[in-house]
C-alpha cells in the first residue's frame, strides 16, 4: 500500500482580517494549486478556515478540478450552513455539523468539526464510537489537540482539547493529527498521539510568541505519504514565487 494526500489548510479566501494585513489568499491558493496538480496524489484534504461566504462558490468550484476528489473540515471561521450546500463528496454524521470517517486496508480516516471552537457532545460520542478499531487513526481538524501556548490560541482555543486527547488516548493503535489553525509549523507528541500543524495558505504567525504577529510572505502545504507501517510528511512551502521542499 502506498497512498499521497496533500494536506492544505486556512485558506482564508475573502477574509478582511488576513486582507488588511496585506495578505494575498486566492493567489497563494491558486499558486498551490497549480503545483499539486504537477504531482501524483491521491486525496487532498483541506482544515477549514476555508473562505468567507462570497468566495466559497470560487473555493468549491477550483477544488471541484482535482480528482479523484477532496476532503473538507470546518474551522473557526467557517459556517455550516454556508459551505455544506457546496460540499457533495461526503455524508455527514451530523445535520448541524460536518464530522466522517472512512477506511481503507490499513488506516482510518476521522474528520472532525471544531468550528464552534470546542467539540460538540455528540461529536465525542461518535468519537468514541470510531476509534474502536484495529487500524491506525489518523485524525484531520482545524483545531490542534495538543495545544501549546500562541496568540492565535489566546484569541481562538479549542476549549475542550483535553476530552478529546483522553478519548483518543483510548485507541488502541496509534493516532495521528493534521491540523492548522495556529499559522505555523509544528510536531509534537503525546503517547499515542503524534500532532502535526501545517502552515497556512493565507499568512503565518510567529511562533511563541503571546500575540498574533503576522508574515504574509509566506505560505505552505504538506506531503503526506502513507505505507502500511509508516507515515512520512513533508512541507512544501513558498516564499512569493519559489517552491521548495523542507522537511517538518
Known sequence: MS???THITDTHLGDPSALD???????NLKAVLENIALDKFDDLVITG????KEDLEWLFSKLEDYKPGFKITLGNHDVFKDVIPYYHGTRSQSETELY?????EFYKYIYMDSSSGEISEAQMVWLTSEINTLKKIIVFI???????????????PLKNRDMINEILQESRQPV?????HYHMPDKRIDRKITQYITPSVAFQVKKNSPTIEVNVNSFAYRIITLEENSIKTSLVTN??????KKSG
Open 3 to 5: 497512498k499521497i494526500i
Open 21 to 27: 494585513r496585506g495578505a494575498n489568499p486566492k493567489k
Open 49 to 52: 478556515d476555508l473562505a468567507v
Open 100 to 104: 466522517y470517517t472512512h477506511e481503507d
Open 142 to 156: 482545524h483545531h490542534p489537540v495538543l495545544g501549546f501556548p500562541t496568540g492565535v490560541d489566546t484569541a481562538y
Open 176 to 180: 495521528t493529527v493534521f491540523c492548522g
Open 239 to 244: 516564499f512569493y514565487d519559489r517552491f521548495t
